[in-house]
């Protein structure tokens, strides 16, 4: 089968779709590549989120705006169970990605019985602290597993030498927000199954979800877990599902609350209904590339169309488009992860010699790109710090980005490092 293709047309059809495409609203024009900070925001999600800011009904009251409210929320429910191919569990939000992957974290550690936390260097603090800090507190030992710096990634043969009969719980990070790359998720949680069956497995999909493919059916795991904001929604929330394995863990909720539920307080259904405007975006841009009836099908095609698409602006950057010379031939230029990396998604970071990052990133922020700095710090010193380097500059695409803006950052990194 042909990999769906997002045309020129298609792809000024895309780009309408979302606020502040080319222009800050403080800076003026500018070209988006910051992507992986948080991806733009889809129009419908503004008018969304103003929409229901001003409805004053709650749930569960007796009046027809509370019996919409409810039915938004579970048609939204619905929507993720399609869009997560998820079939079995249940999704709920919380108040960040971070926040929720600490509570599934705790829920899974203080749940289950003696023996290991098992994790990679590779994650995000938000996975990495929640598993220390309660590894520490329920008197389980917290084993990192060493990612492999050349890759900018870690592998099944990586977790397989560390997994024990007694690893209780397991973390994986499905994509970088670093290096950009991704994980085989299901390789490494069969990899645990193998030797742990009854292993809970979390997974942090916030750096992922933008770039599509999602499919919780395949992976085995019992909890996944992304951020909206950087999946074309907004602040302020979370999205997570948890597998009937991890809901039947003794977790948090109100005294007597029917159901044993994971939601605090009174929900917030714009947060809700803005993930669905998520999902009819998917449905929409798959049906313009395949000719599917099916909506997961749809939700599929958008998602390899996505992955390509990106592909050929992460190619482009590295090895050049028209004119511009790509930064694999630029001097002075150190590509985190190699230049032909296979598990990229739509990010390329990279170190210029004798420039500090925050300097190269003021420079293209003069030239109207808008990047950022990564710093061997509490969030990046994990990836860095390995590979000696006190900053890095990371350029991160989405699919609604264009071969000329790429060319517009070439031509701005060619001044730079020509001027060094």
């Not at 969304?48 to 039915?71: M, Y």
């Not at 490494?188 to 742990?196: L, P, Q, V």
Request: aromatic share 6%.
């Amino acid at each position: 089968m042909d990999t769906p293709n997002i045309t020129e047309a298609l792809l000024t059809d895309i780009r309408d779709r979302f606020a502040h495409v080319d222009t800050c609203p403080f800076e003026g024009p500018r070209v988006f590549f910051e992507n992986a900070g948080g991806a733009l925001t889809l129009k419908s999600v503004v008018d969304t989120s103003a929409k229901f800011a001003a409805i004053p009904d709650n749930q569960g009251r007796d009046n027809p705006a509370s019996h919409a409210l409810v039915a938004l929320i579970a048609k939204a429910k619905a929507d993720m169970a399609v869009f997560f191919n998820a079939p079995q569990g249940q999704f709920f939000v919380g108040e960040s990605g971070t926040e929720l992957l600490f509570r599934l974290i705790r829920t899974a550690i203080v749940g289950t019985g003696d023996g290991q936390v098992l994790g990679s260097t590779l994650e995000h603090p938000a996975t990495r602290s929640a598993a220390q800090h309660w590894a520490q507190i329920a008197g389980k030992a917290h084993v990192l597993v060493t990612h492999d710096n050349t890759t900018g990634s870690v592998d099944p043969a990586q977790y397989a030498a560390d997994i024990t009969p007694d690893t209780r719980v397991a973390t994986i990070l499905h994509t970088s927000p670093v290096t950009g790359m991704g994980v085989d998720v299901a390789g490494i949680a069969a990899a645990i199954r193998k030797t742990a069956p009854e292993c809970i497995i979390i997974v942090d999909g916030i750096q992922h979800a933008a770039h599509g493919r999602l499919d919780i059916a395949s992976y085995d795991v019992d909890g996944y877990v992304v951020s909206p904001y950087k999946v074309f929604s907004r602040h302020g929330y979370g999205v997570a599902w948890v597998s009937e394995r991890l809901d039947a863990l003794s977790h948090e909720h109100l005294i007597d609350a029917p159901g044993d539920p994971w939601e605090f307080g009174t929900r917030d259904t714009g947060a809700y209904v803005t993930f669905s405007d998520v999902v009819d975006y998917f449905d929409w841009l798959g049906g313009e590339v395949s000719a599917a009836s099916d909506r997961r099908a749809r939700i599929v095609a958008a998602g390899e169309a996505i992955h390509a698409h990106e592909k050929t602006l992460t190619d482009a950057m590295i090895h050049g488009v028209g004119n511009q010379t790509g930064l694999a031939d630029l001097p002075g230029i150190t590509i985190i992860g190699g230049v032909d990396n296979p598990r990229r998604e739509g990010l390329v970071t990279i170190a210029v010699a004798c420039m500090q990052a925050p300097d190269v990133v003021t420079q293209l922020r003069e030239r109207g790109i808008r990047t950022h700095t990564r710093k061997a710090d509490h969030y990046s010193g994990n990836i860095l710090d390995p590979l000696g380097l006190q900053n890095a500059i990371r350029v991160s695409m989405c699919h609604y980005n264009t071969e000329a803006e790429v060319a517009q950052f070439l031509h701005a990194m060619r001044e730079i490092t020509d001027a060094v």
